[in-house]
């Protein structure tokens, strides 16, 4: 299982925090998630959104080892 973390707008559209989710890669944690909620799926692909693997910022699939934490990151803005 990977405890997913959604941030900012993503975790108000998905009405959720923090869950754990079975998921053998990012990928297929996004198809999953997107499965669940079209809204959600969309906001998680969509430009901007960062993903963090063990608090580190990823690009691309990775394997989701047991107890691994993945956290979709909104686009930042700045000024």
Same mark, same amino acid.
């Given at each position: 299982?990977?405890?997913?973390?959604?941030?900012? $707008?993503?975790?108000?559209?998905?009405?959720? &925090?923090?869950?754990?989710?079975?998921?053998?890669?990012?990928?297929?944690?996004?198809?999953?998630?997107?499965?669940?909620?079209? &809204?959600?799926?969309?906001?998680?692909?969509? /430009?901007?959104?960062?993903?963090?693997?063990?608090?580190?910022?990823?690009?691309?699939? &990775? /394997?989701?080892?047991?107890?691994?934490?993945?956290?979709?990151? $909104? $686009?930042?803005?700045?000024?």
């Amino acid at each position: 299982m990977a405890k997913v973390l959604l941030f900012g $707008p993503l975790r108000d559209l998905a009405g959720w &925090r923090e869950r754990e989710v079975e998921a053998a890669s990012i990928a297929a944690l996004k198809a999953q998630l997107a499965g669940e909620d079209d &809204r959600l799926g969309a906001a998680l692909s969509g /430009p901007g959104v960062q993903v963090a693997l063990d608090q580190a910022i990823v690009l691309g699939d &990775r /394997p989701l080892a047991a107890g691994a934490e993945v956290a979709f990151l $909104p $686009p930042m803005s700045g000024g």
